[in-house]
């Protein structure tokens, strides 16, 4: 790891949403307020002025309890959602490991979102061509790969998402809670092919609730609350005082 080489460089990094501040139970009765301008919203902050940086070649850690902005500050991290406001600035290619549904469609076979979600991904056809047997192989989907995936558990799907997200090894990537898909066997598979990147050189964003993997491999660790950096720091210490911190909420 190379402190002078940041991968990863989050600034003031703020999202909000309008949240109704009264149940509306119709579609009708949402249009009659909304002509009388009687729909009240109150402003929710996912996340607040959060700022941080990451390492090339690090493993850096986000805790927090649920609700915490973990999932949301991925996101923004990963571009798939824009912050409303502050900045996001990647050094590299990334590859994002969470919500490993996303970009397929049911109706198509488990061979066909190979193709599909690759492209998505960046992929050239022919690299898919190319690594298609490899694909298959790691998601353990042989038998199933013809099948359509609407047919599939979510953890079927899970593992062909990160088979697919893995293909080529990414200069940064970003993992929620993916290593908690599946079979012990195929966790611990897919830990494995996370730690051999961590050894390449990957930097690595990683959520997750097991406090044990994260003391297992993150350098650094931030504790994320209410949207906001509750601590940032080596992860023992964070991890320490998030501890005393849920002993004392019980």
Known sequence: ?????IAIKVQNVSMKYKILMERI???KQYVIKKIKNEIRYSDFYALREVSFSVYRGEVFGIIGYNGAGKSTLLKVVSGIIKPTNGHVERIGNIAPLIE???GFDGELTGAENIFLKGLLLGYSKKTIKEKFDEIVSFSELEQFINTPLKNYSSGMIARLGFSI???IEPEILV???VLSVGDIRFREKSESKILNMMNN???VLFVS???QQIEKLCTRTLWLENGCIRKIGNTKDVI???KKATENNK
Do not use: I
């Open 201 to 203: 050189g990957t930097t």
């Open 209 to 211: 609730h097991s406090l």
């Open 100 to 102: 490993l549904g996303a």
């Open 1 to 5: 790891m190379h402190k002078s080489e």
């Open 240 to 242: 320490e005082e998030f």
């Open 175 to 177: 993992v929620d809670e």
């Open 165 to 167: 997200a893995t293909l």
């Open 25 to 27: 139970d119709s579609f």
